[in-house]
């Protein structure tokens, strides 16, 4: 199956629902129950020695995971952040950090994903995030 | 016990070791394991609605703890977070937000804080987090 | 506000309900949004040199969380559990535990309880723990 | 690489160090950074229905982290999980459950590994599970 947002729309609904701060990243891949996104590093997001700070990666997760559950659900803003729980595994060090989202469940009440970050052109994953959202009645 | 660091010192610190965004944050309190900072909501924090974002919290929540710590050891900008587990249990709603972290434990290796984040002037918890920062050895 | 449910009527539903390893534990306090159980270590909870396991940990979470639940909405076996995370703090020796759960949020389809567990006659927690379970839709 | 324990050595260790309740859950692979174990369900893990009760899931994980972490370090009984965070996203309902762990980061002091619980048989996983095992200094 296919997402029902392209990467495209993805990419016209953040611009258009977020603030500045956001405009270094965007989604690359949207498929069923998949989504990436890939930041830019900025001054904002970078810790002496070039290390992407903790709260870009966390920041990140959430959105792509907001992502991965547009290509299920089509673009359902009211969905909101119900718990995120983040493992640093080791330093993102790079001018850019990946960040893929997987659907593990999408329910009737919550969608749970897993999400790798990792710096652009590594193999090893920064930081492991599992994000559950929560879907509001329809 | 006092703390090992003053609220001003704490400011002085994060002033000069982040950068912009940070600079509505402050550290309004440092006591012994325990320390509380206040954040100016501005536009880069804020969803429609004037809900202060998640990602807003989970940052807060990072720092406050990485405060929490210094009550106890000093300044020790090497101590980095290692999990960080945020539930979001209602909107957070307000001009300011206000976050405020316990060190649960203070070992050789891990610390653990709990953290509330709540709207400035509210009695209502709208995240819980859980941080842990790994120590290095020294 | 009175629990919806005493512990005499909390009692007689787990021994119901659940098997043999259950009946070291009994609920000592329901009271609204609160509960307190205290479990008798036995053999099977034990490891060498008296540690109370992990696993019995959190299992005792697990089931003081579905009591503090029971304290608002009655006795509704049909709430399960979504999601638990525990920080294990220090080790927890002793003859008996003691495990408190106090309810964060109670929503339409979560309900959110903070557990401590500790030794009997210990004021130190031993592990911490974020237990939350699903209200299904009735 | 190969594992420094093999799943006979493994389930030694176990059948010796713990007790009865554990002897229906036996090791049946060990290999570098990766562990299965298998429980044959009993009366003590079931809850009406035939679904497998969250407390068994939780120990499973428990234990097979522990295993994963042999398969580096050889038989190592004093490292003792530090954390542990539980997704349940399915019900798992069968005779047998199949336990699998990853190891995500073996540190200096802290293990991370990833676990997917599952009945045997199913190719869905009924519940996500980050394990965190803290290394004592050698």
Redesign the interface.
Known sequence: MTSKVTAEEANAFLTK?F???QNRSEVILMEDGHAIMRLKAG??HLR?GGYIS??TQ??LA?SVTYMAIFTRLGITPMT???????????PCIGEAVIAEAKL??LG???A?A?VEIRAEGSDK?AS?V?V?Y?IP?S
């Not at 909101?80 to 080791?90: A, E, P």
């Open positions: 629902a603030n500045s701060s001054p904002e002496p903790g709260p966390m920041t959430d909101v952040t119900s718990n995120l729980n983040i493992n640093f595994l080791r593990m469940k009737k009440t919550l749970v897993e994953v492991h599992i559950t929560s009645a």
